[in-house]
């Protein structure tokens, strides 16, 4: 329909420009029904008139997040000592232009852990006699899609683990739910009674009053200025008032966010920007239920809600329009953006027909607000990596007040006690880098990142823009070879690579289908071939990985592992081996040339890295972790960084190769005059070696996937003529280039833990089978040695478990995949969550890993013990259909086709206590 004849569907009224402070119909309209509630906009308290000259933590921005991390900061005995400052008057940030949309059950479990504080939050406001205009309305997720479906019915799976109740619906029943709704198009939906609406303003004015009658001073009409640093960490804020003192720094100031991180020096890098975000709001319906629940319907991209009677809707269009594109445009105080029907007509057109009624509404206003986006989609939360106690909230995408609560307690939580609530990777500011931070970077990843919030939830989901910016020197012979690219931290590395034509392979698999010779011709066309999953069930994928995988593991294939976090660190005299054994559970003072894998603690056990450490000198060591650990690994160690010691992040200094394989010393023989049998150069070591005609090229005998195999860590310079001559050489022996599917399918099979995935910064050595990379026998004191002693004397309360799923009951052809995050039962009852899974090609069957635990009645977990991993019976919940599975707390014996010398039977996870 043309957008004209669209809008003659809603009679437009004049609105009356507001020369103060616009704000959401959804506010003005507000209306407290309740005689005993108590609204903070009428009973507002004095903010304080002058500047303090000192402040134990000083929060910029009051809107709902910063006020809700003064008031928890208060509630944790802080209030004195607690300065907020806010440009222009407490709530007048992105907290106007809310919805008040309460869903608490989200695609994430992080999320929804966060929602569901802030929702008892507010009903914590409500018993202190407070307005919040909390309506438990319900949420109605509609689905036209069958994959939709499929997301909804894992949703309902993973509700059990938050103690949320929801249902799938058929379409009928959609309609009895919310009789304004089109059905005829539906294949179902999702029913939450728990969630509803909420009146933002409100709320943020509710949890200032309460922070100020702790004793949190309040500033308004006051600006940041700078923020000032000594030794790297925070020392005073400059502001329009005067400079405070302050340990501790909150940058909470909306999308505002990265202009205030640049305010100090070093620049703290906040990767936001702001795009359009556009609400509809009509006048009073006739006959608009005031119960008619929250509608969501994510495949036309569109919501809406009652509002006093009125129509409020929204929406997150598939291809955003980002605003203030010009840094010198942002503006100074919270202004609205000139409304753009054109772009809103695509959202407005699925609103009509989704709900035709809404023909007949009179227009009130199409309201135009900035909201901001991180380039992943994920808010920004946490520590700065730049400056200590410099801590962040930013990045909210539209989700300010069902999160705000939850944003407020971690984020207090993370400054009085050292550490969240919970594991935060996933939010952590921490997952990004510099390049994120780039302003044509995210002004070009910000068209997309607002079509995230209802872009169905697939497995390995990537992005368009943005790309081909981190690369190593062979990516163009990969793109060549026919990789299909996946990134990581900015990093372009090969997730598979494109069938050329399919081969028998002895593994119970089907052959090439029309599916997947259509994706592995993916990306042809495109600049950047991008590795898609976009499927629940066996993806398009599933026969390259299945060659590279049986390459690696009875042939010789090649990984590029460039990618991988590298870190080099060395003193003058023993001093970075003193550093290194206190910060490392094993014990890593090894022979100069040999190799360990160890983790790093936290105080409280957790995994703050896990990585291989090679010992390349007396002196000297080089760190190898995940990609994804590449700034968190860094940081950890420069945080506890003694001056004697030099750290230098040395990841985009090699190229990192990675042959593996019963075949690889065979293939490496031809490249090396040197010994390779294991004598000469035994496994879990590392020597400098001529490859071909590159000399020196630092060779570890390992791999991240327990196969035998070496890595090489070659100068960019020499890495194209290094890598020409195993491709040459690898000729003789089949060599298949191998992505990362594949690898993971490798390292699950054999029971090897990932950190981000599996491991965290709340899983320890003793929960997780690695007790036997703990130094725990010596004398050697390192961080955390005191609590894992602990777990060893008193026992721990979840295990790491592989569970194998039944081929006869789970048919990998037919039946959705576990794709992670799935609940797992033990004898009918909850009792964990799985972490990461794989197709188990050796195995021919779903091969997933996870934790368990012994819950008692109230949901509290126990001490738990081997027995309660052999005596039961366990299932795993894939999308709303528990499977029967074998749990295991070692690795299986896996087949093998080529009985030759190698690492196979070192286990990475041993439950042995």
Known sequence: MPRTSLLKCLTQVTVPHHSARCMSTYIQASINNSRSLVNASENRRPTAKALPSKAKVVICGGGAQGAAIAYKLAEAGWGSDVLLIEQSELGGGTTWHATGLMGILKPSPLETRIAVMSRDLYLQLEERGWYTGFKQCGSLYVAKKKDRMYQYKKMVSCAVQHNIECKILTPDQVKQYCGLVRTEDLLGGLWIPGDGVANPWEICLALGCEAIDKGVQVVEHCTVNAIKQEGGKVTAVETSKGMVECEYFVNSAGYWSRHVGEMSSPSVAVPIHPCEHYHLHTKPVPDLPPDTPVVRDPDGFVYFRENEGRFLAGGFEPKAKPAYTDDDNLPETRAELSEDWDHFNLLLENLLHRVPTMKNAILERLSNGAEAFSPDGQWILGQAPELENYYVAAGMRSNGIASAGGVGTVIADWIVGGRPPFDMYGLDIARCLGMHNNKRFLRDRVREVPGMTFALNYPHSEF???????????????????????????????????????????????????????????????????????????????????????????????????????????????????????????????????????????????????????????????????????????????????????????????????????????????????????????????????????????????????????????????????????????????????????????????????????????????????????????????????FLQDQLDNGVQKLFVMLLLDPVDHNTDLDPWPWGGEPIYRDDKFCGTVTTTSYGFSLGKQVCLGFVQDFSSNGEAGIISQDFVKTGNFEVDIFGVRYPAQCRLNPPVLPKKVMLEGPGDYQATRNMY
């Open 464 to 786: 368009s823009t943005g790309r081909a910016l981190r690369t190593s020197p062979i990516f163009p012979k990969l793109q060549l070879a026919g990789a299909q690219f996946g990134q990581v931290m900015g990093y372009e590395r090969p997730m598979f690579f494109k069938l050329k034509k399919p081969q028998s392979l002895d593994l119970g698999l089907l052959g090439l289908d029309a599916q997947e010779e259509a994706a592995s011709s993916q990306g042809e066309s495109l600049k950047l071939p991008i590795a898609k999953t976009e499927t629940f069930y066996r993806p398009p994928w599933f026969q390259a990985a299945a060659e590279e995988f049986q390459a690696s593991r009875e042939a010789v294939s090649l990984c590029d592992y460039s990618s991988f976090a590298k870190m080099d660190l060395w003193s003058g005299g023993r001093e970075v081996v003193d550093f290194m054994q206190k910060l490392c559970s094993n014990d890593v003072d090894i022979p100069v040339g040999h190799i360990v894998h160890t983790g790093m603690q936290n105080k409280w056990g957790g995994y703050e890295n896990d990585c291989s450490v090679a010992r390349l000198a007396e002196n000297r060591y080089m760190l190898m972790s995940p990609s994804i650990q590449q700034m968190r690994s860094y940081t950890w160690l420069r945080r506890h960084l003694p001056k004697e010691v030099v750290l230098q992040d040395v990841t985009s200094l090699y190229t990192a190769l990675c042959v593996m394989g019963p075949f690889s010393r065979a293939l490496m023989s031809r490249l090396t005059p040197d010994s390779l049998d294991s004598r000469s150069f035994p496994f879990f070591t590392t020597r400098f070696m001529d490859i071909a005609c590159a000399p020196d090229i630092l060779t570890m005998n390992m791999t991240h996937t327990g196969e035998l195999g070496y890595v090489f860590y070659i100068p960019n310079e020499f890495a194209i003529h290094v890598y020409d001559a195993i491709i040459e050489a690898g000729k003789e022996f089949g060599l298949k280039h191998c992505g990362y599917y594949a690898q993971r399918a490798v390292r699950i099979e054999k029971f090897y833990a990932f950190w981000g995935q599996d491991l965290d910064s709340y899983t320890t050595p003793m929960e997780c089978g690695r007790a036997f990379r703990c130094k725990m026998k010596s004398d050697i004191p390192f961080i955390g040695r005191e």
